[in-house]
């Protein structure tokens, strides 16, 4: 049976890569084999110290990993990617079922957990699913540094108006309260707006008030 | 009391006259002396009896407070180990009799003739015989006390014996070489639900559950002589329930100073609980193995499995594309690889799982690890491992099947070769020892840590697992030594390299190694 492929996602962010950590060789091969046959790319490390000396911070996709591994195991490295704030989603692949184990790793951030044996499409579903993850990881950081330059561009004043319009202020209350005439207010707003590249209220609160919860 | 020269007199007499004559008499005797106390009547006599400790007693018949034979049973009753000798004016010779009958020792005649040997003969006499007649009184008597303490003592003893053989559970029985029955304790009776009278003068060799035990019976007693004169076996018949029972038995034959069998003691004890709870627990550890087995085996399996799944379900999809050819080739290469190491495990399942008797030869043991060095080597260039050889000329053979020391010196060969991934040295000795050979595989790798030496020899213990290491290799030569008689040992510290040590005995059936 062939795994049916989820239509390619809109290209908003850079290709993602599934870099793979085992010591087993024919293992190892298998995998990136499966993963190119459904135009994955793949790229497979022999432990996990080789993946911390070749990995490149900021490269998108999702790790797969083995547990068990002479030297470090897949949870130190777990430890470690947490440690170097490396947000990418990570698969542990465990040949039993330790439930502590997958408990704690679950605790520290692992997305997922698979356990052999297990179907080629167990895993290219489980695969999918954290590169979709990280996608959407990767688009939201990247709006939020959009609006966080955006606010960087406002002044102290206009920043001051954004907050309490956005609290549900009208333009003579917020007037009032900071000694303003409604004009320099209302100025104040139009301007606001304008570097924020929005329209309307309802916009700036739409890419604003998500990041302050 | 008397030294035997000089004794001490009681003379009893109420005749003055009678009195010195005698004292006259005794008096002038130089050997032995007499120290002579005078009683004029009975009373006094009585009197000094029980002052003094006289040799004898000389009395006269004719006293004047009493009757003659009253007063003479009177002091044989107060001094009834004191001689009491009688004189007498009468001659009659009833009343004599009636003295000695009496208790006198002695009678004599006062007269004329009385002389002074004489009544020192009498005296003297009269000392040694009543001596004697003590003595032997006392012998009897310890004796008899002897005889009763030791009647006591068998009784007593019997008793105990009685007791150890009724009172208690174990199944004694004696019997005749051709199965008679002489003496059955309670507990036998009991077991076999027999009254004694059924047993006794009967065969036990007929209600034996089947020809085999009566055979393992009958051959257990042949086996007995002399210098080995107890056999100890079990048996098994039905008990009244219907259900098989178990008893352990020891036997032992009483034999004759020529050497024959006359008879046979046995005791026995039942042993079917013992028996079913050792039944339980191998069935338990044969469970427990297989489970640990198939768990080992499962988890091995695992890795290639996925492997195979993965390239087989990829090459799926490689193979309509034409720009894939190379990929797909890719897969298919890993789904053979992969099947492989899946069949080197359930080989080395199967091998490990086998447990044939294996046919053996006289083997020069050298010859073994050369060809064993042969086996290894493509491995071991592949590894950069140097293997020496460096064997003992003296060597004895041994009896051994080759093939398999063979595989066990290839292992061992092999193992060594892999133990870094430099450059390494592999040196195999042959050397002699006081039952057979020792063949040493020593390398100056990076060794093992205590925890890998203690697990050495469990099967599916590696630590080359994802190598293809299947965990079997040292636990497969550690049976086959074993079925050798033979023993394996590994020695060394982590980063000391690692020595393993194969002792092999001339010929295993000859007793095994400690």
Same mark, same amino acid.
């Given at each position: 049976?062939?795994?049916?492929?989820?239509?390619?996602?809109?290209?908003?962010?850079?290709?993602?890569?599934?870099?793979?950590?085992?010591?087993?060789?024919?293992?190892?091969?298998?995998?990136?084999?499966?993963?190119?046959?459904?135009?994955?790319?793949?790229?497979?490390? +022999?432990?996990?110290?080789?993946?911390?000396?070749?990995?490149?911070?900021?490269?998108?996709?999702?790790? +797969?990993?083995?547990?068990?591994?002479?030297?470090?195991?897949?949870?130190?490295?777990?430890?470690?990617?947490?440690?170097?704030?490396?947000?990418?989603?990570?698969?542990?692949?465990?040949?039993?079922?330790?439930?502590?184990?997958?408990?704690?790793?679950?605790?520290?951030?692992? +997305?997922?957990?698979?356990?052999?044996?297990?179907?080629?499409?167990?895993?290219?579903?489980?695969?999918?699913?954290?590169?979709?993850?990280?996608?959407?990881?990767?688009?939201?950081?990247?709006?939020?540094?959009?609006?966080?330059?955006?606010?960087?561009?406002?002044?102290?004043?206009?920043?001051?108006?954004?907050?309490?319009?956005?609290?549900?202020?009208?333009?003579?209350?917020?007037?009032?309260?900071?000694?303003?005439?409604?004009?320099?207010?209302?100025?104040?707003?139009?301007?606001?707006?304008?570097?924020?590249?929005?329209?309307?209220?309802?916009?700036?609160?739409?890419? +604003?008030?998500?990041?302050?919860? | 009391?008397?030294?035997?020269?000089?004794?001490?007199?009681?003379?009893?007499?109420?005749?003055?006259?009678?009195?010195?004559?005698?004292?006259? @008499?005794?008096?002038?005797?130089?050997?032995?002396?007499?120290?002579?106390?005078?009683?004029?009547?009975?009373?006094?006599?009585?009197?000094?009896?029980?002052?003094?400790?006289?040799?004898?007693?000389?009395?006269?018949?004719?006293?004047?407070?009493?009757?003659?034979?009253?007063?003479?049973?009177?002091?044989?009753?107060?001094?009834?180990?004191?001689?009491?000798?009688?004189?007498?004016?009468?001659?009659?010779?009833?009343?004599?009799?009636?003295?000695?009958?009496?208790?006198?020792?002695?009678?004599?005649?006062?007269?004329?003739?009385?002389?002074?040997?004489?009544?020192?003969?009498?005296?003297?006499?009269?000392?040694?015989?009543?001596?004697?007649?003590?003595?032997?009184?006392?012998?009897?008597?310890?004796?008899?006390?002897?005889?009763?303490?030791?009647?006591?003592?068998?009784?007593?003893?019997?008793?105990?014996?009685?007791?150890?053989?009724?009172?208690?559970?174990?199944?004694?029985?004696?019997?005749?070489?051709?199965?008679?029955?002489?003496?059955?304790?309670?507990?036998?009776?009991?077991?076999?639900?027999?009254?004694?009278?059924?047993?006794?003068?009967?065969?036990?060799?007929?209600?034996?559950?089947?020809?085999? !035990?009566?055979?393992?019976?009958?051959?257990?007693?042949?086996? @007995?002589?002399?210098?080995?004169?107890?056999?100890?076996?079990?048996?098994?018949?039905?008990?009244?329930?219907?259900?098989?029972?178990?008893?352990?038995?020891?036997?032992?034959?009483?034999?004759?100073?020529?050497?024959?069998?006359?008879? @046979?003691?046995?005791?026995?004890?039942?042993?079917?609980?013992?028996?079913?709870?050792?039944?339980?627990?191998?069935?338990?550890?044969?469970?427990?193995?297989?489970?640990?087995?198939?768990?080992?085996?499962?988890?091995?399996?695992?890795?290639?499995?996925?492997?195979?799944?993965?390239?087989?379900?990829?090459?799926?999809?490689?193979?309509?594309?034409?720009?894939?050819?190379?990929?797909?080739?890719?897969?298919?290469?890993?789904?053979?690889?992969?099947?492989?190491?899946?069949?080197?495990?359930? !080989?080395?399942?199967?091998?490990?799982?086998?447990?044939?008797?294996?046919?053996?030869?006289?083997?020069?043991?050298?010859?073994?690890?050369?060809?064993?060095?042969?086996?290894? @080597?493509?491995?071991?260039?592949?590894?950069?491992?140097?293997?020496?050889?460096?064997?003992?000329?003296?060597?004895?053979?041994?009896?051994?099947?080759?093939?398999?020391?063979?595989?066990?010196?290839?292992?061992?060969?092999?193992?060594?070769?892999?133990?870094?991934?430099?450059?390494?040295?592999?040196?195999?000795?042959?050397?002699?020892?006081?039952?057979?050979?020792?063949?040493?595989?020593?390398?100056?790798?990076?060794?093992?840590?205590?925890?890998?030496?203690?697990?050495?020899?469990?099967?599916?213990?590696?630590?080359?697992?994802?190598?293809?290491?299947?965990?079997?290799?040292?636990?497969?030569?550690?049976?086959?030594?074993?079925?050798?008689?033979?023993?394996?040992?590994?020695?060394? !510290?982590?980063?000391?390299?690692?020595?393993?040590?194969?002792?092999?005995?001339?010929?295993?059936?000859?007793?095994?190694? !400690?």
């Amino acid at each position: 049976m062939l795994v049916r492929i989820p239509h390619p996602m809109p290209v908003t962010t850079s290709p993602s890569t599934v870099f793979v950590v085992d010591d087993d060789p024919e293992f190892r091969e298998s995998v990136s084999l499966l993963l190119e046959s459904v135009k994955l790319n793949a790229e497979v490390f +022999v432990s996990a110290e080789d993946f911390m000396a070749n990995y490149e911070s900021q490269r998108g996709g999702c790790l +797969v990993s083995d547990v068990r591994m002479p030297g470090m195991s897949g949870l130190e490295l777990q430890k470690w990617m947490v440690e170097q704030e490396i947000k990418l989603p990570i698969i542990l692949v465990t040949a039993h079922a330790e439930v502590p184990m997958a408990v704690e790793a679950m605790r520290a951030g692992a +997305v997922d957990f698979i356990q052999k044996p297990y179907s080629p499409q167990q895993l290219l579903e489980r695969v999918q699913q954290a590169l979709r993850q990280d996608e959407q990881r990767r688009r939201d950081e990247r709006a939020d540094r959009l609006t966080q330059n955006l606010l960087d561009s406002l002044t102290r004043r206009e920043h001051e108006i954004m907050d309490l319009l956005l609290d549900g202020g009208n333009t003579k209350e917020i007037g009032n309260r900071l000694s303003l005439s409604t004009k320099t207010v209302d100025f104040h707003r139009r301007n606001l707006l304008e570097k924020m590249q929005v329209d309307s209220l309802v916009e700036l609160a739409r890419i +604003v008030r998500p990041r302050e919860q | 009391m008397s030294d035997g020269d000089s004794f001490h007199v009681l003379l009893v007499e109420d005749s003055p006259l009678d009195a010195m004559l005698v004292t006259k @008499l005794l008096g002038s005797v130089r050997s032995p002396r007499f120290r002579i106390q005078h009683a004029e009547q009975l009373r006094d006599a009585v009197h000094l009896l029980s002052q003094h400790e006289f040799d004898v007693v000389l009395l006269d018949l004719m006293m004047s407070d009493c009757n003659g034979l009253e007063g003479l049973e009177r002091l044989a009753t107060d001094a009834p180990d004191l001689p009491i000798i009688v004189l007498t004016g009468v001659t009659d010779e009833q009343v004599a009799l009636e003295a000695l009958r009496s208790g006198a020792e002695d009678y004599l005649i006062k007269d004329e003739a009385i002389s002074d040997s004489l009544l020192v003969r009498s005296i003297r006499y009269g000392v040694e015989r009543k001596r004697a007649e003590l003595e032997i009184r006392r012998l009897n008597t310890e004796l008899e006390e002897r005889v009763a303490r030791r009647t006591a003592q068998l009784r007593a003893s019997e008793e105990r014996y009685r007791n150890v053989v009724e009172g208690q559970t174990e199944l004694i029985v004696r019997w005749l070489p051709d199965g008679t029955h002489t003496f059955v304790n309670d507990a036998y009776c009991r077991y076999f639900e027999k009254t004694r009278e059924e047993l006794i003068g009967k065969s036990l060799f007929p209600w034996m559950s089947s020809d085999e !035990e009566r055979e393992a019976l009958q051959s257990r007693i042949a086996s @007995l002589s002399v210098d080995n004169p107890v056999a100890r076996g079990e048996h098994k018949d039905v008990g009244p329930d219907g259900e098989t029972r178990w008893q352990r038995w020891t036997e032992r034959g009483i034999f004759d100073e020529r050497g024959i069998l006359l008879e @046979l003691q046995s005791v026995g004890q039942d042993i079917t609980e013992q028996k079913q709870t050792e039944g339980a627990l191998r069935r338990a550890e044969r469970l427990a193995s297989i489970g640990t087995m198939a768990a080992g085996i499962a988890h091995e399996i695992n890795n290639p499995i996925a492997a195979a799944l993965n390239a087989a379900e990829a090459a799926m999809r490689f193979k309509d594309d034409p720009d894939a050819k190379h990929l797909l080739e890719r897969c298919l290469d890993n789904v053979v690889r992969s099947a492989h190491r899946c069949r080197l495990i359930v !080989e080395n399942v199967l091998k490990f799982s086998r447990q044939e008797p294996t046919e053996r030869s006289l083997v020069a043991i050298n010859t073994v690890v050369r060809d064993a060095r042969v086996s290894a @080597l493509p491995h071991a260039e592949r590894e950069t491992a140097t293997i020496e050889l460096q064997l003992a000329e003296d060597l004895p053979e041994v009896w051994i099947n080759e093939l398999e020391i063979e595989q066990v010196l290839t292992n061992l060969i092999d193992n060594a070769s892999r133990s870094a991934d430099g450059p390494i040295q592999v040196t195999v000795r042959t050397s002699r020892t006081k039952h057979g050979v020792r063949i040493s595989v020593e390398d100056d790798g990076p060794g093992m840590t205590v925890e890998q030496r203690q697990r050495a020899f469990d099967p599916f213990y590696s630590t080359r697992q994802k190598q293809g290491g299947t965990g079997l290799g040292l636990s497969i030569a550690h049976g086959i030594v074993q079925g050798h008689g033979g023993k394996i040992e590994i020695a060394g !510290e982590a980063g000391q390299g690692t020595v393993v040590t194969v002792d092999l005995p001339i010929n295993a059936d000859d007793g095994k190694m !400690e």
